[in-house]
C-alpha cells in the first residue's frame, strides 16, 4: 500500500535544503526513523519546523519516473497473457 500511494505521488516528501524529495513512504514516518531518499540520499525525520521547497530532485523525480514505467510495462505484460 505504501508503495503504491509513492508510485501515484501521493507519499511523504521531505525538504531537505529547499530540495523537495521522494520517498516509498505513503505517510510520514515517525521522528528518529531514517529514510532512503530515491535520489540515493537518506534523512532523519524528525518533528522540526519544516522548511520551504525551492525546487524538486530532478534525481527523485527520474527515479520514480523509471519506476512508474517499469511498473505500466509489468502491467502490459502481465495483461497480454490474459
Known amino acids: 500500500m505504501r508503495l503504491h500511494k509513492a508510485l501515484e505521488g501521493y507519499g511523504y516528501r521531505p ?3 529547499g530540495v523537495w ?3 516509498f513512504w505513503g505517510v510520514q514516518p515517525p521522528d528518529g526513523t531514517y529514510v532512503d531518499l530515491l535520489c540515493g540520499g537518506s534523512y532523519r525525520v524528525s518533528s522540526r519546523k519544516k522548511t520551504c521547497a525551492i525546487y524538486v530532485c530532478h534525481a527523485c523525480e527520474a527515479v520514480l519516473a523509471e519506476c512508474r ?3 505500466a510495462r509489468t502491467h502490459q ?3 497480454a497473457w490474459r
Do not use: A, F, P, Y
Open 15 to 17: 525538504v531537505i535544503g
Open 77 to 79: 505484460d502481465v495483461n
Open 21 to 23: 524529495h521522494r520517498t
Open 69 to 71: 514505467s517499469r511498473l
